[in-house]
Structure formats: structure tokens, C-alpha cells
């Protein structure tokens, strides 16, 4: 039951992840739509400037906030299986008092 649980909770996640870019960039200042999305990747014209807006800055962004989340989400499990603590958080080895002193 248990694999079952972990399997779906992990395929709803990578699920959300799209989805929540798609929102970001048709709420976003500048809307953009999903076709202009798909265009600007798959269909590219230069003098089109919502595929350079895509291309240049908000695709880069998109795909760092996603490697950035991933970096916390694995240094943090990372903490927890070597405390073998679930709750094990920054406060365990002084990381969050180090990051005040920032």
C-alpha cells in the first residue's frame, strides 16, 4: 500500500509541476498563450517579440526555479535520512542561525 501511496503522490507532482508553469505564464504581466508557448520552442520567429520574451527570460527562470526547488527538496531529505529524523530540519545543525548572520 505503501509503494502505491508514494507512486501516486509522485506522479501527481510531476503533473502539477507543468501546470503550474502554464498558469505562470498565462497569468503572468505579459500573458502568454499555450500556442505562443509551443511557437516560440517548435516554431521560432525572431522579429515575434513574445517568443523572445519565452526563450530568453522566463523559460531560464522557469527551469531554475525548478532546479532550485529540487536542490532544497533534496538537500532536506538528505538531512533527515542522515539524522534518520523526519522532522529533522535546519535547526539541527545550526544552518538557520548561520543564514542570520547574513
Known sequence: MKKKRISF??????L???LSVF???STAEIPV?????FAAFFDFNADNYTHILIREFKFPRILMAIVAGGGLALSG???QTLF???LA???VL???SGASLL
Do not use: A, T
Open 33 to 37: 498563450s499555450f500556442s505562443d508557448f
Open 9 to 14: 503522490i509522485l506522479v501527481i507532482s510531476l
Open 16 to 18: 502539477l509541476v507543468p
Open 77 to 79: 531529505m538528505l538531512m
Open 94 to 96: 545550526g544552518i538557520n
Open 89 to 91: 530540519g535546519p535547526y
Open 23 to 25: 498558469i505562470h505564464l
Open 84 to 86: 534518520n529524523n523526519p
